[in-house]
């Protein structure tokens, strides 16, 4: 449990301090201000889950639960949203209403997160959560925004050559990998009853904060 808490807390100062150092480097530059906002809802999201694990009794591992359902709705509308003008600093028609459509239904789940997240109970002191009707809404949501905005960057890594396109690859690859482990760990392994791994959720996000420094360092991503 220990070692879950640290983890947690790892992750979360990791995804802050790198959405910060973006920021800073180019404060007035688009990409960077929309990549520090990604960042940071990871970083609430992995608070969140530390809070959860932090306590013991089912009514407020419920309300911190939902919590984390609350910033993961808007990790898909905050990653279109920066993708939708990474790195051409251009955002069209189509996208730009598109973000605020992905943004309502965010805020629309925000407020239904109850039928997300229905009851938590403990099984030899491990949280168990009981899902509600809305989780495979959530989930369809969250996979089908976050492929499409990983479609965009493949698109958009077509038309760029040289270092711009290793940018957007490794960007690419980095959340890729991270949605599929997310997917498995946190939604089709519990609708077959395995509910332990969820623990290790935190860790399936590590990918994007990896792929991102490597590619600041390598290939200057962002401009940095």
């Not at 996208?95 to 789940?109: A, C, D, G, Q």
């Not at 959340?175 to 997310?182: D, H, I, K, N």
């Not at 860790?203 to 200057?220: D, E, F, G, R, T």
Request: glycine share 4%; hydrophobic share 55%; with cysteine.
């Amino acid at each position: 449990m220990l070692a879950n808490h640290i983890v947690s807390v790892f992750i979360s100062l990791l995804y802050a301090g790198i959405g910060f150092f973006v920021l800073l480097r180019d404060p007035e530059n688009i990409v960077n201000k929309r990549f520090c906002i990604v960042a940071n809802i990871f970083c609430l999201w992995a608070s969140f889950i530390f809070f959860t694990h932090l306590t013991i009794d089912p009514v407020l591992a419920t309300f911190r639960l939902r919590l984390v359902f609350c910033a993961a709705t808007f990790i898909p509308s905050t990653f279109f949203f920066f993708t939708s003008v990474f790195p051409d600093k251009k955002e069209g028609f189509i996208n730009r209403h598109l973000s605020m459509l992905f943004l309502v239904i965010s805020i629309i789940l925000v407020f239904f997160s109850s039928h997300i997240v229905e009851s938590v109970s403990f099984v030899k002191q491990l949280p168990q959560p009981r899902y509600g009707r809305l989780f495979p809404i959530f989930w369809f949501y969250f996979i089908t925004c976050m492929a499409y905005s990983l479609y965009i960057l493949y698109r958009k890594s077509i038309c760029y050559y040289g270092i711009k396109r290793l940018q957007i690859q490794y960007l690419y690859f980095g959340v890729a990998t991270s949605v599929f482990l997310g997917v498995i760990t946190n939604f089709l392994l519990p609708i077959l009853g395995v509910w332990q791994v969820e623990r290790f959720v935190p860790l399936m996000s590590v990918p994007i904060p990896l792929a991102v420094a490597y590619a600041i360092v390598k290939y200057h991503l962002m401009d940095i």
